[in-house]
């Protein structure tokens, strides 16, 4: 076990669920800033693990199948600030760097699990956001022997774990002198 620790699709999938409460805490908190630029969202084209923004679908349906593919999310900026509830009007202003969206759906038993690193930068101080949830609910729906399709809610769960990294990286913020 000690050798796939540093593994995120291992790490994802021994996690423990998130919670009803941790959930309604992320969406009932208002973010009062607004975000500026968003960088870093590219999709891979050559997708696996290592991929900056990734999806990962496994199954044992058909033995041990294990795929990589994009997010299918066209326009990160868009999405991000959507997600995260930005406020254009808002007096802070914020830069948003996606370090990484790794998002892994899972068979048996049925469970979807997005981890997001991300850096927000506030006036030039840059802080470091980081979450992780893991619904226990089916995320992709198996249409071939090798082929996987992702569920529709995801992408909302997705954007949560977005708005989590960066509400993370906010709280850092107001933790410095």
Not at 58 to 82: H, M, S
Not at 139 to 168: C, F, W
Request: net charge positive; proline share 4%; with cysteine.
């Amino acid at each position: 076990m000690i050798l796939l620790s540093g593994c995120v699709t291992n790490q994802l999938h021994f996690a423990a669920y998130s919670t009803e409460a941790q959930l309604a805490a992320i969406k009932s908190r208002v973010v009062e800033a607004d975000i500026v630029q968003v960088t870093g969202g590219d999709p891979c084209t050559r997708c696996s693990e290592s991929s900056k923004v990734v999806w990962h679908a496994a199954n044992y349906k058909v033995g041990l199948y294990q795929g990589f593919a994009r997010i299918p999310v066209d326009d990160w900026a868009e999405f991000t600030r959507r997600s995260v509830g930005a406020i254009p009007v808002a007096a802070m202003k914020t830069s948003v760097e996606i370090n990484r969206v790794f998002l892994k759906t899972w068979n048996s038993p049925e469970y979807y699990a997005c981890e997001v690193s991300l850096t927000v930068d506030i006036g030039g101080a840059k802080y470091a956001g980081w979450a992780r949830l893991k619904l226990k609910e089916p995320g992709q729906s198996l249409i071939g022997p090798r082929y996987a399709s992702l569920n529709a809610e995801v992408l909302g769960t997705v954007g949560l774990t977005l708005k989590a990294a960066y509400l993370d990286a906010l709280d850092k913020s107001k933790s410095v002198p």
